[in-house]
């Protein structure tokens, strides 16, 4: 076996023979470290660039949704105020059409004064028999007998108001017309309403039963002969 090397355990000294270079560790020339820190601050630079115009993208692309959704809004209660529909604008900025199916029609010269009138009458007897509202207006005041009491609590108020609902669809002849008087008058339902069609555009076909319906309802009341 070879002689094993001994390493020495200090670093030898040579300043007694200046011939021979002294020890020192390795160092990077000064150019590599000064184009290391340049390609930093360019790629930093770079990323702020980027970053910037993300944000800016980011930000056209916002206003532009908002212009969009604010120009959809804007027709939807253009084509609401063409159809006669009250319109709500809320603080947000949101627009929330109140559609009422009987006023509707009766805007658009579907309905007639007596159809309409009848409607809200039949509208005041299915509130009270649902227990969802209160009388009507235009009502008999003497078919409610009076103020509560103990010949007339709520109870009796909703069966009478039942009974006269029922009397008036009834009247109507038809169980295929229930729904234009029930659904209308009583629930505020549009022609439109997925009750009737499958599609807006068939709405037209049920004008005719619907008028058909009211003038019946009407002549119930007595409101036409």
């Not at 000294?13 to 601050?41: L, T």
């Not at 006269?164 to 629930?187: C, D, F, H, Q, T």
């Amino acid at each position: 076996m070879g002689k094993s090397l001994k390493v020495p355990k200090t670093i030898p000294d040579h300043s007694e023979n200046p011939s021979i270079e002294p020890w020192r560790p390795a160092q990077a020339p000064r150019a590599v470290i000064k184009a290391g820190a340049a390609a930093v601050a360019h790629w930093e630079r770079l990323n702020e660039q980027a970053r910037r115009e993300l944000e800016a993208e980011a930000a056209e692309r916002a206003r532009a949704e908002k212009l969009d959704s604010q120009r959809a809004v804007d027709q939807a209660v253009r084509v609401a105020n063409d159809r006669g529909e009250d319109v709500v604008r809320r603080p947000s900025g949101a627009a929330e059409v109140a559609r009422d199916g009987l006023k509707w029609l009766f805007d658009k010269g579907t309905l007639f004064k007596p159809h309409y009138e009848a409607g809200l009458r039949f509208r005041g007897d299915y509130e009270l028999a649902m227990g969802t509202g209160v009388i009507s207006a235009l009502a008999d005041p003497g078919a409610l007998g009076g103020s509560f009491g103990p010949k007339s609590g709520p109870t009796d108020r909703m069966l009478g108001g039942r009974d006269r609902m029922n009397a008036a669809l009834k009247a109507l002849g038809s169980p295929m017309l229930i729904a234009y008087v029930k659904e209308i008058a009583g629930e505020g339902r549009m022609l439109t309403d997925p009750v009737f069609v499958k599609r807006p555009d068939q709405a037209r076909e049920h004008v005719l039963p619907a008028r058909i319906a009211y003038d019946l309802l009407a002549r119930h009341y007595g409101m036409i002969r």
